[in-house]
C-alpha cells in the first residue's frame, strides 16, 4: 500500500506560480509511473503530467511549456512547478501512482487561479 499527500496549492494570480508537492509513504519498490492530474467542476479527471520509468516525462498540449514534473531518486517525493497559471488551471490537483497492478491517489489540493 502507498499513501500520497499532496501539497502547495492555493490562490495565485494569473500569471503567477505554484509548486505542488506530493509525499509518498509505504511500500513504493513497485511504483512504475508518477503523475499529477486534475479535475475542474463539472469536467472529468484529466492527465496534467507523469513521468514513466526512469526518466520519459509526458504533458498535456494545455500545460506543456508551462509546467514541469519533477521526482526524487527514491520515487518517494513528486512535484509540479506550475508556472504563467491561467484561470483554466483552476481544479483540484491530485497525485497518483501506479504500479503494474494498482493505482495510488493522493486527497488532492486546490489551485484557484484568479484572472
Same mark, same amino acid.
Given at each position: 500500500?502507498?499513501?500520497? %499527500?499532496?501539497? =502547495?496549492? =492555493?490562490?495565485?494570480?494569473?500569471?503567477?506560480?505554484?509548486?505542488?508537492?506530493? &509525499?509518498?509513504?509505504?511500500?513504493? @519498490?513497485?511504483?512504475?509511473?508518477?503523475? #499529477?492530474?486534475?479535475? &475542474?467542476?463539472?469536467?472529468?479527471?484529466? @492527465?496534467?503530467?507523469?513521468?514513466?520509468?526512469?526518466?520519459?516525462?509526458?504533458?498535456? $498540449?494545455? %500545460?506543456? *511549456?508551462?509546467?514541469?514534473?519533477?521526482? !526524487? !531518486? $527514491? #520515487?518517494?517525493?513528486?512535484?509540479?512547478?506550475? !508556472?504563467?497559471?491561467?484561470?483554466?488551471?483552476?481544479?483540484?490537483?491530485?497525485?497518483?501512482? &501506479?504500479?503494474?497492478?494498482? !493505482?495510488? #491517489?493522493?486527497? *488532492?489540493?486546490?489551485?484557484?487561479?484568479?484572472?
Amino acid at each position: 500500500q502507498v499513501q500520497l %499527500v499532496e501539497s =502547495g496549492g =492555493g490562490l495565485v494570480q494569473a500569471g503567477g506560480s505554484l509548486r505542488l508537492s506530493c &509525499a509518498a509513504s509505504g511500500n513504493t @519498490l513497485g511504483i512504475t509511473a508518477v503523475g #499529477w492530474y486534475r479535475q &475542474a467542476p463539472d469536467s472529468q479527471r484529466e @492527465l496534467v503530467a507523469r513521468i514513466i520509468g526512469r526518466g520519459r516525462s509526458d504533458y498535456s $498540449d494545455s %500545460v506543456k *511549456g508551462r509546467f514541469i514534473i519533477s521526482r !526524487n !531518486n $527514491d #520515487w518517494k517525493t513528486v512535484y509540479l512547478q506550475m !508556472n504563467s497559471l491561467k484561470a483554466e488551471d483552476t481544479a483540484v490537483y491530485y497525485c497518483n501512482f &501506479a504500479t503494474i497492478r494498482d !493505482n495510488y #491517489w493522493g486527497q *488532492g489540493t486546490q489551485v484557484t487561479v484568479s484572472s
